[in-house]
């Protein structure tokens, strides 16, 4: 070989180490006077180093890897008797040795991005969860800090709950703010029948008394929760009622619990 190799190929032949022989010992010498292709040498263990990242090993077995060699000389001699010395491009690729390694890298490679794709979707999904948890101890934080608020400010009134008579037994106490519009329900109560809920109203000095949460009691638990109302409402009373699943928009059912607002 007295010029630059004809096939492109030749490169990454040699850079496979597929090359033996005459081949072989051409291709060194002309690519050590060679700049150009010295460079597409470079660029070839470049593609190879890539391949190699990609993929599992595979080596041909030495008879295949005989055939095919025998194959790639009978076309390159073909080719040399045949007028033209302009090298075919991609031609035969699939009928190379390294179509063997090409295949399996292609395999390989859409086996790489499948498992990347798995990994990205847990990643989401950890994230999202991350991100849920996160939003939900804001709001703890955020309810937390409403409560300290609420028992710090002076002009916050405890209201306790008395039960009445003939009633599910249980005491309870209501935390109250109405510059704040906040209110704290804490308390413990006989549970309530499956198909009724507890109800706690704001009586106010003037108007129908207004919702303040539906609450369902299991035993030896404390019920506490936090409501927000509109702000200023004037309370005369505070009062439990027993309604159906639910609650209703206004006290039907019996007392539980009552306390005045003094
Ligand atoms: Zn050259």
Not at 5 to 17: C, I, N, Q, S, V
Not at 145 to 170: F, H, S, W, Y
Request: aromatic share 6%; hydrophobic share 45%; proline share 8%.
């Amino acid at each position: 070989m007295n010029g630059h190799p004809t096939r492109e190929e030749d490169f990454d032949l040699y850079a496979l180490g597929a090359l033996e022989g005459d081949e072989k010992a051409a291709i060194e010498t002309h690519v050590a006077t060679c700049s150009s292709c010295t460079e597409k040498l470079a660029e070839a263990r470049g593609r190879l180093a890539l391949l190699a990242l990609a993929a599992p090993p595979v080596a041909p077995s030495p008879s295949v890897k005989a055939r095919l060699m025998n194959r790639v000389r009978s076309e390159k001699q073909g080719r040399a008797a045949a007028v033209s010395p302009v090298p075919e491009t991609t031609g035969g690729l699939f009928g190379h040795w390294w179509a063997a390694v090409l295949v399996p890298v292609g395999f390989a490679l859409a086996l790489a991005s499948f498992v990347l794709w798995t990994q990205n979707r847990r990643l989401d999904q950890q994230l999202a969860a991350l991100h849920a948890d996160m939003q939900r101890e804001q709001q703890q934080l955020q309810s937390a800090r409403e409560v300290a608020d609420l028992i710090n400010a002076r002009d916050t009134m405890i209201v306790p709950l008395a039960p009445q008579p003939g009633m599910p037994k249980g005491s309870a106490h209501v935390m109250y703010n109405a510059k704040m519009g906040m209110l704290m329900y804490e308390g413990q109560l006989e549970p309530n029948p499956a198909n009724k809920s507890y109800q706690l109203w704001i009586v106010p000095t003037k108007g129908n008394p207004i919702s303040a949460g539906v609450f369902n009691a299991a035993s030896t638990e404390t019920d506490h929760f936090l409501m927000k109302l509109p702000p200023g409402i004037a309370p005369k009373a505070f009062a439990v009622t027993l309604e159906a699943a639910g609650g209703r928009p206004a006290p039907t059912g019996p007392m539980v619990l009552v306390g005045a607002a003094s």
